[in-house]
């Protein structure tokens, strides 16, 4: 199969934890996944946060030793050099919106990105003083090595926790309503809001195209799904019009 993109189209990626699963970033819903001998209210809700600050840090080091050794693969690849074609001309043709939080998007070349759910390698003020993230590539061996912001706050992990909104929304739902491509990769179609940009861009008018393993949940919001994995269906799948 062969994607057509015109000289007109505006393409807007959505990313989920299929395409780092082939960077050997293990995800949630496997069974000896990510979350396997953790319950998520022990990691990863604001309630742990406030309850066990250390297993939240532990956890999260974890996740950056881990993501730290892993590589992008091709379909990382492959959308930073469609990003590359898209953009060439400075016109701004190409947005990419990962939900994942690891750096192998921007490792293998893309620059036109948000993180809608936090990135691994930032932290933030825990009180939401206004204050930026930071970068913050450390592994934390314990709680006493994490700093603090300068209103006092300690360090949290730059992540949007479950129960927490998803960031850059104003911005991801302007993105939709320009594109007039949507690609949708390795993601299951579970976990919203996420779940709905297909259904926000069909009612615009774009095609909207899956690649993944299996067919997702939302399948039918689809006007093509492509059943594979994403480093072997991507290079190649796009023919780019002049």
Same mark, same amino acid.
């Given at each position: ?9 505006r ?30 209210e022990?990691?990863?809700?604001p309630?742990?946060?406030e309850?066990?600050?250390a ?24 959308l ?21 939080v690891d750096d ?47 209103c006092?706050?300690r360090?949290?992990?730059?992540i ?17 309503r ?5 690609? +949708?990769? =390795?993601?299951? %179609?579970? $976990?919203? #809001?996420?779940?709905?940009? *297909? ?26 799904? +492509?059943? =594979?994995?994403? %480093?072997? $269906?991507? #290079?190649?799948?796009?023919? *780019?019009?002049t």
């Amino acid at each position: 199969m062969t994607i057509s993109i015109s000289p007109t189209d505006r393409v807007f990626v959505l990313t989920g934890a299929g395409i780092s699963a082939e960077s050997g970033l293990p995800t949630f819903r496997d069974s000896d996944g990510l979350w396997a001998g953790f319950r998520i209210e022990d990691v990863c809700t604001p309630e742990a946060w406030e309850r066990d600050p250390a297993a939240v840090w532990a956890f999260y080091s974890a996740r950056r030793a881990a993501a730290e050794k892993a590589q992008p693969n091709p379909a990382h690849l492959a959308l930073a050099e469609l990003e590359q074609s898209l953009n060439s001309g400075g016109e701004g043709r190409f947005f990419l919106c990962t939900q994942n939080v690891d750096d192998l998007h921007e490792r293998a070349g893309s620059v036109n990105l948000i993180h809608m759910h936090g990135e691994l390698a930032g932290s933030r003020c825990e009180r939401e003083c206004g204050a930026a993230p930071v970068e913050d590539r450390r592994v934390y061996a314990s709680l006493d090595e994490v700093g603090r912001c300068a209103c006092g706050g300690r360090l949290r992990p730059h992540i949007v926790f479950f129960g927490e909104t998803p960031l850059e929304m104003d911005r991801i739902r302007r993105e939709i309503r320009k594109s007039t491509l949507m690609l +949708v990769v =390795g993601t299951s %179609g579970s $976990v919203y #809001p996420a779940a709905n940009f *297909v259904h926000w861009a069909r009612f615009e008018g774009a095609r909207t195209v899956y690649i993944g393993p299996e067919s997702p949940l939302n399948a039918e919001a689809f006007t093509h799904v +492509v059943e =594979g994995k994403a %480093g072997q $269906v991507l #290079p190649g799948l796009f023919r *780019v019009g002049t």
